[in-house]
């Protein structure tokens, strides 16, 4: 056997179920452990690493190091080749490429931005393990290596200011808005933010996200000739929707729509059910963790020429069924529209 038969050769799998999500985290594992051992992998550098991943971007970074060192557990009990196999099993079309760049990232060398020779046959195995073209596999690896590099120029530039939310407001890089930041440190709060999109977020189930994304005069235009509920339809429900949610929770779906013609200057509300979609997780009396349901209520509108998606989840532990639908829908509804409130257009 070859120094990585036992991973990718064996007929072993895991019965612990993972989650497309999860199944990329568990590539991470795999590569982090196969030139060394189980006792070296550390949960919290993995799941830092991890959090990095756009799919991984509503996680607190509790909740994904305890997602490591479940994956860690599985190594260690079941061994690499039965949670690769796992891995491999429940990821999804659209997630392949992600699980080939955690295998990269894992093993890129930060200082000379390479892949050191001696994990080349690893990567390679990878590779042809989840059934990538050569030019496919050249492309995860160039962006990964382009993403290492953007963040080592931009710590090495000193032109570049450092965003404080010492005085609890966030500020677009665009300018086009700001926002008093609603969660509280304390508590787990986490602002994650890049051009096009902030998050805000604690250890308690709080998730308020704003999207927001410059229209361009053409589109202008066309709004003039449209109806704005017909827009923000194959907007929110026939973009939106499948490439921010239904990519990540398959069994997503949307229960409910609404065009408010007075708010706004008019806006639509989508509420999406995500089953164990949830930014949280719930420990069982097994030890495991499960993510529990949620409801995701969506708010788009225009505001100077800028589109905004603001949403917000509404999670459910296993003795707090959900009332009603028109229940959920006035109470998340009710919450965007006090969070728009707060936001200052600019």
């Known amino acids: 056997m070859t120094n990585y038969d036992k991973i990718f050769n064996s007929s072993e799998i895991s019965q612990e179920p993972l989650s497309p999500e999860e199944a990329v985290a568990a590539i991470a594992v795999v590569t982090a452990i196969a030139d060394s051992s189980v006792e070296e992998a550390d949960p919290e550098i993995l799941a830092s690493i991890l959090w990095e991943f756009e799919i991984f971007e509503e996680y607190s970074e509790d909740e994904l190091t305890e997602i490591v060192d479940r994956l860690i557990g599985i190594a260690e009990d079941e061994g690499l080749g039965a949670l690769f196999n796992a891995a491999s099993k429940a990821l999804s079309e659209d997630l392949v490429l992600d699980g080939f760049a955690a295998g990269i990232i894992v093993l890129i060398d930060e200082e000379e931005l390479v892949i050191p020779k001696q994990k080349q046959p690893y990567i390679k195995k990878l590779q042809q393990a989840l059934e990538l073209e050569d030019e496919e596999a050249h492309e995860i690896i160039q962006e990964v290596i382009a993403a290492f590099q953007e963040?080592?120029?931009?710590?090495?530039?000193?032109?570049?200011?450092?965003?404080?939310?010492?005085?609890?407001?966030?500020?677009?890089?665009?300018?086009?808005?700001?926002?008093?930041?609603?969660?509280?440190?304390?508590?787990?709060?986490?602002?994650?933010?890049?051009?096009?999109?902030?998050?805000?977020?604690?250890?308690?189930?709080?998730?308020?996200?704003?999207?927001?994304?410059?229209?361009?005069?053409?589109?202008?235009?066309?709004?003039?000739?449209?109806?704005?509920?017909?827009?923000?339809?194959?907007?929110?429900?026939?973009?939106?929707?499948?490439?921010?949610?239904?990519?990540?929770?398959?069994?997503?779906?949307?229960?409910y729509t609404e065009y408010l013609q007075d708010t706004l200057g008019g806006a639509y509300f989508v509420l999406v059910d995500m089953p164990k979609g949830s930014t949280i997780s719930q420990q069982e009396n097994n030890g495991t963790s499960n993510r529990l349901d949620a409801y995701r209520g969506l708010l788009g509108f225009i505001n100077a020429e800028f589109l905004y998606i603001v949403s917000s989840q509404r999670s459910f532990f296993k003795d707090e069924p959900p009332g009603s639908l028109e229940e959920e829908v006035e109470e998340i509804k009710e919450r965007i529209l006090e969070f728009v409130d707060t936001i200052e257009f600019t």
């Open 151 to 255: 963040a080592e120029d931009f710590e090495d530039d000193d032109t570049l200011g450092v965003e404080d939310y010492s005085e609890g407001v966030y500020e677009s890089p665009l300018g086009n808005f700001t926002v008093p930041i609603p969660v509280d440190p304390q508590q787990g709060g986490k602002v994650q933010s890049q051009e096009g999109v902030v998050g805000f977020s604690d250890d308690f189930g709080t998730l308020l996200r704003i999207d927001y994304y410059a229209i361009p005069p053409e589109q202008l235009e066309e709004l003039e000739s449209i109806e704005l509920e017909e827009y923000f339809h194959s907007i929110l429900v026939d973009k939106y929707v499948p490439q921010a949610i239904l990519a990540n929770v398959p069994n997503a779906e949307v229960k």
